[in-house]
Every structure is written in structure tokens, then in C-alpha cells.
């Protein structure tokens, strides 16, 4: 990467993505953030990012499934970070189509763009979700991918068609496979935000189960490991497995934010939030030696310190809902 490098950044006002927006700044990248466009003109998490860096980004308002504008988006870019995503899992029950448009043919759209224009890499994000529940842990890049929810196999379809562009044109691509990040501006739909929100203001809990176990990354380390994909010589074509390598269930997590936050916590069980059983990941722990291994990359924040960080940040920044609102 020399400091004339340009990297575009789709889903770039997500969670990861803003995340990732700041990082790159920080590199010395020209970036381009691709924002999905909305009638309230609102940049969401790209708001709260510091006011030096967000006066040195490139806005782009489209949206992914227009083929036309991600062409328009791509042009004159280097590197291309591909976050823009559907990613609720409850949702995707309800509406798989839109899983389907956004994420497969939003990264077909991106694919063919960066193709057009010879962008020297791209990547591509996926999810530990593809893997389902672990059937051998850790996890590492060859386990089977099992399509347990249509959000998961809509990400399997993504993963697959950059596979494809890497074997039938020489697409320099790879691909990223973040386990469980957190952090910072999350949705409270994921379960350390939902759990410290309401830890925050009472003593019970909801919760749609303590067993799930998951590996937990900070999202710091996360957009660390992308930006050091992007640079590093030899990962192209290949997956790379993103992730601490252990893991921590549900009940744990209650614990230890309960004991962070001064609280004794109950949960308590909100059917809501309960998947279908046979579509419910029981186990996800990543095995990232070969992310080590190829980019030098290591998790820096320990879980301790990184429920930390998010409990501060949500009592500087408390959700509009009631605590244990849930939203699909």
C-alpha cells in the first residue's frame, strides 16, 4: 500500500464497517465509503467516527443490488473491503429474498465491478455462520459449510461466487471470515449489546438461551486482521478464519457482565429470541493459525477488557428502546 492507495468500503456506515472506515484513514488509505442510501440522508455509524477522520472520506450513496452504481463505486479503487450485508439472522426467516438480492447478487454486482476494473485485491466478508454448528473444534478454514439459517446460506452462495471469480478469471481475491465481533456502535440485536443494555438498567435479563457458544472478537482486532489481508502477500484465493480461537457461552457472558457492571444478573427466557432448533449454532470457535500464520495479524484486546469498553460506551450513549425491546 503506498499513501495514493484507494480503497472503497461497502456497508461502510455499519458496525464493522465505520470501524473499518477509521482504520484505514488512519493507514494513510484515500477511501471511498459506499453508504446505502436512505430518504433521512442519515450516515449512521459513520456519524460518531472522529470529525478528522470523516472529513477525509469519499461518500458515496447507492445501493449494492444497482449494478450500475456499485460500477460507478468501484471505479479508480484499489482495494475493495466488501461489507454491505443483510445480517440478521431472525429476519432472514421472514424475508429470505432480500438475503438473496442483497448478498449474493450485491457481491455478484461487486464482483463484476472489480473484475472491469483490475482493482489489485479484493475483500470479501463472510461470516462464521456458514460453518453452523461446529462439528470438530476449532473450527478451521476446510470444516463443512452448513447452510442452518437463509442468512448463513446466502453467505455460503457470496463466499462461493468469489471462489468462482478467483478460479475462472484470476480475481485477486480473499476471503475474511470474522467470528462474533463486538464493540462499540453494535446493534442491540446482537447478544453483548441486548444483554449489557438491560444489565445497565435492571437485574433480569431476556435472553433466548445461555448455551450458545461463540468467539468473541473485538471489533478493533477485526478491522486490524482486514487491513493487514489487504496488505499481506500471500492470501489471495484463499479464506481466512478471523477470530480469538476460544470461546464463551451466553451464560458466561451474563456473568461476566453482570460482575463488570455491579449486578446480579437472572435471565430470564424470552421466546422471541429463540431459533428454530434445527437452525440454532450451538458452537463456534475459530482455529486461526493460518490468519497468523499469512498476515502476522493477532488479537490484541482480551474479552474483559473489551465488555469494558461497550459498558462505557452504552452508558454514554444509552438506546432510545426499553431495555429487553426486541427487534427482528
Same mark, same amino acid.
Given at each position: 500500500m503506498t499513501s495514493h492507495s484507494k480503497a472503497l468500503v461497502t456497508g461502510a456506515a455499519g458496525f464493522i464497517?465505520?470501524?473499518?472506515?477509521?482504520r484505514l484513514v488512519r493507514d494513510g488509505f484515500r477511501v471511498k465509503a459506499f453508504v446505502h442510501y436512505n430518504s433521512a440522508n442519515s450516515l449512521h455509524n459513520l456519524e460518531w467516527i472522529a470529525s478528522d477522520v470523516r472529513r477525509e472520506i469519499e461518500l458515496f450513496v447507492g445501493d449494492v443490488t444497482d449494478p450500475f452504481a456499485v460500477h460507478q463505486a468501484v471505479a479508480g479503487c484499489d482495494y475493495v473491503f466488501h461489507l454491505a450485508s443483510l445480517i440478521a439472522i431472525p429476519y432472514s426467516y421472514c424475508a429470505p429474498a432480500a438475503y438473496v438480492n442483497t448478498n449474493v447478487t450485491g457481491t455478484l454486482n461487486v464482483l463484476q465491478a472489480c473484475r472491469a476494473h483490475g482493482v489489485r485485491r479484493l475483500l470479501h466478508t463472510s461470516t462464521s455462520e456458514v460453518y453452523g454448528t461446529a462439528q470438530y473444534v476449532p473450527i478451521d478454514e476446510a470444516h463443512p459449510l452448513v447452510g442452518q439459517s437463509p442468512y448463513s446460506a446466502s453467505k455460503i452462495a457470496a463466499d462461493k461466487l468469489v471462489e468462482s471469480f478467483h478460479l475462472s478469471f484470476g480475481l485477486p481475491v480473499c476471503t475474511v471470515r470474522p467470528f462474533n465481533t463486538y464493540g462499540p456502535r453494535q446493534s442491540a440485536r446482537a447478544v453483548i449489546p441486548t444483554i449489557v443494555s438491560q444489565a445497565l438498567q435492571r437485574s433480569t435479563v431476556q435472553l !433466548?438461551?445461555?448455551?450458545?457458544?461463540?468467539?468473541?472478537?473485538?471489533v478493533t482486532d477485526t478491522v486490524a486482521g482486514f487491513a493487514a489481508a489487504a496488505l499481506a502477500d500471500d492470501v489471495v484465493g484463499h479464506v481466512l478464519n478471523l477470530g480469538v480461537g476460544s470461546g464463551v457461552s451466553v451464560g458466561e457472558l451474563v456473568a461476566m457482565i453482570g460482575r463488570l457492571t455491579g449486578r446480579?444478573?437472572?435471565?430470564?427466557l424470552d421466546d422471541r429470541r429463540v431459533r428454530p432448533r434445527e437452525s440454532e449454532v450451538l458452537c463456534l470457535i475459530s482455529d486461526n493459525r493460518k490468519m497468523r500464520a499469512l498476515t502476522g495479524w493477532e488479537p490484541s484486546v482480551p474479552l474483559?477488557? !473489551?465488555?469494558e469498553r461497550v459498558i462505557e460506551y452504552m452508558r454514554l450513549h444509552p438506546l432510545h428502546e426499553e431495555p429487553g425491546t426486541y427487534t427482528i
Open positions: 464497517g465505520s470501524h473499518l472506515v477509521e !433466548g438461551g445461555q448455551a450458545p457458544i461463540r468467539d468473541f472478537t473485538f446480579e444478573l437472572t435471565v430470564e474483559e477488557e !473489551g465488555l
